[in-house]
């Protein structure tokens, strides 16, 4: 079955750690969100990248970053200087050639302990 | 002022009732709407995706856009407790990455 995977489905991070969240997709999709889910808020938009070797911060990339060394992976890395790490992480993707939407992964819920 | 407004609810309807979803928004510029369907502890879902102003349906749901107003509802027909989600608004700009959500309308629907 074509889809997103995102692991782990839930992720502790001990102060002064970076952790690293996964995402892999098998849709052949060129484009690929990270988004940040917080109770109360919509969706905001952490980076993306439309093809491999190259990504955009988004609106609130402070303390994360991104690679994309190949098509199908969007591995999203939660720094020690991201003070308020604690939300749910979405990954997304879509085809851009036919204007289609974003098609979303089941999440990572990152925690602090 | 956010660019894209929901009323977050909790919205609770009985069963088999006919619901109503709405988002209004400020950006004119906004041609791609979308409405996404989220259970608990998961990822967003697409239900509708519109173009431009009118009417589309898909077996239950209908979603309607009124480009003048800057209004998009999203409508549920007899609804099902398995409808009980929470839904999100979303709409893009042509050609562009970026969507912009509303926070998402809780919906509760009882035997």
């Known amino acids: 079955d074509g889809g997103i995977t995102q692991s782990p489905k839930y992720l502790f991070r001990k102060e002064g750690q970076n952790v690293t969240l996964s995402c892999e997709q098998n849709?052949?999709?060129?484009?690929m969100y990270w988004y940040r889910q917080d109770p109360g808020q919509g969706l905001r938009l952490i980076y993306y990248s439309q093809i491999v070797n190259d990504f955009q911060k988004g609106d609130i990339a402070e303390g994360y970053s991104v690679s994309r060394e190949k098509k199908e992976s969007f591995p999203l890395t939660v720094t020690s200087a991201q003070k308020n790490p604690t939300a749910f992480y979405l990954c997304?993707?879509?085809?851009?050639?036919?204007?289609?939407?974003?098609?979303f992964g089941d999440g990572t819920r990152l925690s602090i302990l | 002022q956010k660019e894209v407004e929901q009323d977050p609810g909790p919205l609770s309807v009985p069963e088999g009732a006919i619901v109503s979803l709405n988002c209004t928004y400020s950006n004119s510029a906004f041609q791609y709407f979308m409405w996404y369907r989220q259970y608990s502890r998961k990822g967003p879902e697409l239900l509708m995706y519109?173009?431009?102003?009118g009417n589309k349906e898909d077996g239950r749901f209908t979603a309607q856009v009124d480009k003048s107003s800057k209004y998009i509802s999203l409508f549920i027909r007899d609804s099902q407790p398995s409808d009980s989600a929470t839904y999100l608004c979303?709409?893009?700009?042509?050609?562009?990455?970026?969507?912009?959500f509303g926070t998402g309308t809780r919906l509760q629907v009882f035997p």
């Open positions: 997304a993707s879509r085809d851009p050639p036919s204007n289609q939407p974003q098609h």
């Open positions: 979303a709409m893009s700009v042509y050609n562009t990455d970026k969507l912009i």
């Open positions: 519109t173009y431009s102003s």
């Open positions: 849709l052949n999709h060129d484009a």
